[in-house]
């Protein structure tokens, strides 16, 4: 049987329920857990009435080695997504008998059983969803370049088979993001996501799963329109049935605007996706969103502010200027 | 048919790769791209094959020169002249793209073979970690595309033209080395094809694209009938960076030491020689006319010492805490 988890801190845990249930509706026989950035014990723990109905496997409990240096090192973003490998391999160990992980965002609801998804698992080690399966038609955002430097497949999801490929992945995976899970586009790296570029090329046997029914979100909204069977059932461009949506960079208290992160569609341009989004709100203002969100993450840093910029702007400046004269002189 | 794409003076590496695909595969097409102007040619030189000029085939070739610098000019071009060489050889059902600095050791037989049941065929830059600190490392190679643009094959038909116009619209405005941007060349494109397009092939057979890129996991052999890496034919080396180190894109690379490496001097030592008697006079001093922007400078020796130094420290201004006074 297959787990199914998600990674968040407790201001999440309404988008987590909300998967959660999305699972139980459509695939009841599937494991789920939340693995909880974030802390629960003294005086951090929540009120009876705020624990989810799912199994939570808090960070500091699953032996991630030197967990302080990640926590010193990353911000909130980094350290969410650094953790995946970790958990992933954690299932891998703690339940020998699974026959597959798979991992959604706490954005993602579940509208199908996933019996594609299962089947694809046990002819493949792993499986991906591009972030779109055709070109973009404009340079808008998302755009053709804009997956160049942050990842050609969404990290959102992935499905692990449990074999010796998928777990050798896994384990070079969990070592590049011990230190370089960084948001950091010009030293080639972004988060987990960009990193499993790699995989088609490391791992023999990965599905590039390119059914539109997967990991609908923003940045795909180009290649796919919706629309509903008399039975109620979500299409994706009139054929393939709705499998999981991903609500990435959507706000309850921004409800007009898909995503924070696009500058293509409005809802006016785009009818057909706006009853997808008004029954997701409807879900997260049912399941606490408003309470949750209030609930400061335990491994929040401070900000950093910089200090003195114009004086370490004066600093610097003969040393710049001393590069500039070596790479504009051809060399003698 | 096999295609190369490149300057003038690059001429002498295309008619060598042309010499040694002739050798295998007798009587079979091998066409230039030059990318750059046929009127800067020197007026005795006959090209032995037929030649693609960027003149004829890239429209407005004025604003794409102004844009690039000769490198990515040339990678911007890469495109078109695939589509101008299938265009005008409409009888090939395959093109084989090549950097000019390649050589053919084997009849390319295999490579035709994968395309009968893919449209494209891409070769990876690695193929498996490779974990020792040296240069490029992932990140790296992250920022310059995992797959080489130096060797592409493609089968002719309805996925291989939508995916050559797609190419070719994104590398006409977008063929910069930028990583901080997501570009460099025509070559990180080549990320979207597995995805973008149906029948897009990976292969990671070691007797493809032999590299400098790739040498560090592929041993080379030499046996009565020909070179083996790790002990499978090898089909065909590609010199960039080799041959003259100021080429490509690894110029800076750490990990192939050739004082270690005697079967690479060996190979490397035999290409020149053949190399050598494709020489014309004054083609290889030849500058580029197309692609006005500079090159940037290649540091070597104390002025590399230098301006990493310097880099280092202002990267310390920049980050070293100082006391805050109220």
């Known amino acids: 049987m297959p787990l199914a988890f998600t990674i968040c801190s407790v201001n999440y845990l309404a988008q987590a329920r909300t998967l959660g249930d999305s699972l139980r509706q459509t695939n009841p026989d599937w494991q789920f857990v939340i693995g909880l950035v974030d802390r629960l014990d003294g005086e951090r723990a929540l009120p009876q009435s705020l624990y989810p109905a799912y199994p939570m496997l808090e960070v500091d409990k699953i032996g991630i080695p030197d967990f302080a240096r990640m926590c010193a090192r990353y911000d909130i973003t980094e350290l969410n997504t650094a953790v995946k490998p970790f958990f992933i391999d954690y299932f891998y160990e703690t339940q020998p008998d699974l026959d597959a992980v798979i991992y959604f965002d706490p954005d993602i609801i579940v509208f199908q059983p996933l019996t594609r ?10 499986v991906l969803t591009p972030h779109c399966c055709s070109p973009n038609p404009d340079w808008l955002l998302p755009n053709d370049q804009t997956h160049l430097n942050t990842g050609i497949f969404n990290l959102g999801f992935i499905g692990l088979r449990h074999d010796n490929d998928a777990r050798q992945f896994v384990r070079w995976w ?22 499993v570029n790699y995989a088609p090329i490391y791992v023999e046997n990965v599905l590039i799963e390119k059914h539109v029914g997967y990991n609908v979100a923003y940045w795909n909204l180009h290649e796919r329109f919706f629309s509903q069977r008399d ?102 | 048919m096999l295609l190369t794409v490149c300057t003038i003076a690059q001429l002498p590496d295309a008619l060598t790769l042309g010499a040694s695909f002739g050798q295998h595969h007798p009587g079979q097409v091998f066409v230039i791209g030059l990318a750059d102007d046929p009127a800067r040619l020197p007026a005795e030189f006959r090209c032995p094959y037929p030649l693609l000029t960027a003149t004829d085939c890239v429209s407005d070739v004025p604003t794409l020169s102004s844009r690039y610098t000769p490198t990515e000019f040339t990678a911007a071009t890469k495109p078109v002249f695939v589509r101008a060489a299938l265009d005008r050889f409409t009888d090939e059902p395959h093109l084989l793209y090549a950097d000019p600095e390649t050589f053919i050791y084997q009849p390319l037989t295999p490579v035709l073979d994968r395309l009968q049941t893919a449209t494209v065929l891409l070769t990876p830059h690695i193929t498996r970690p490779p974990n020792d600190g040296h240069w490029p490392d992932e990140k790296a190679l992250q920022n310059v595309g995992l797959y080489s643009a130096g060797f592409l094959a493609f089968r002719r038909g309805a996925e291989t033209d939508r995916l050559l116009a797609w190419w070719q619209d994104r590398v006409r405005e977008r063929a910069f080395i930028d990583p901080c941007a997501g570009l460099c060349l025509d070559q990180l494109w080549l990320m979207h094809w597995l995805t973008f397009f149906e029948g897009v092939r990976v292969i990671k057979d070691p007797g ?119």
């Open chain 1, 231 to 332: 039975d109620g059932t979500w299409l994706v461009n009139g054929t393939d049935e709705l499998q999981f949506f991903h609500y990435s960079g959507y706000g309850v208290d921004k409800p007009a605007q898909v995503s924070k992160y696009q500058t293509r569609y409005t809802f006016q341009d785009r009818p057909d996706a706006w009853p997808l989004f008004d029954l997701y709100r409807q879900r997260l203002l049912d399941n606490g969103n408003e309470t949750y969100r209030q609930y400061p993450c335990a491994y929040i840093k401070p900000p950093v502010v910089p200090r003195y910029v114009r004086v370490r702007k004066v600093l610097k400046e003969p040393f710049n200027r001393l590069i500039a004269t070596l790479e504009s002189s051809n060399g003698v």
């Open chain 1, 117 to 126: 998804l299962s089947e694809s698992l046990r002819t493949h080690s792993l």
């Open chain 2, 208 to 326: 493809w694209q032999l590299a400098l890129w790739n040498l560090p996991e592929r041993r080379l052999t030499q046996t009565p009938a020909g070179w083996l890496a790790n002990g499978l034919p090898l089909l065909w080396a590609n010199f960039r960076g080799l041959s003259n180190p100021d080429a490509g894109l690894f110029r800076e690379q750490t990990r192939l030491r050739l004082t270690n490496r005697p079967d690479v001097r060996q190979l490397l030592t035999a290409y020149r020689t053949v190399r050598l008697t494709h020489e014309q006079d004054g083609l290889a001093s030849i500058r580029p006319s197309f692609g006005l922007r500079p090159e940037p400078v290649i540091l070597r020796g104390w002025r590399k010492v230098a301006a990493t130094a310097a880099r280092r420290l202002t990267r310390f201004i920049d980050q070293a805490p100082l006391p805050v006074f109220h």
């Open chain 1, 174 to 195: 969990k070592g590049r993001l011990v230190d370089e899970c960084r948001n950091d586009l010009c030293a080639g790296l972004f988060v987990d996501q960009f990193w």
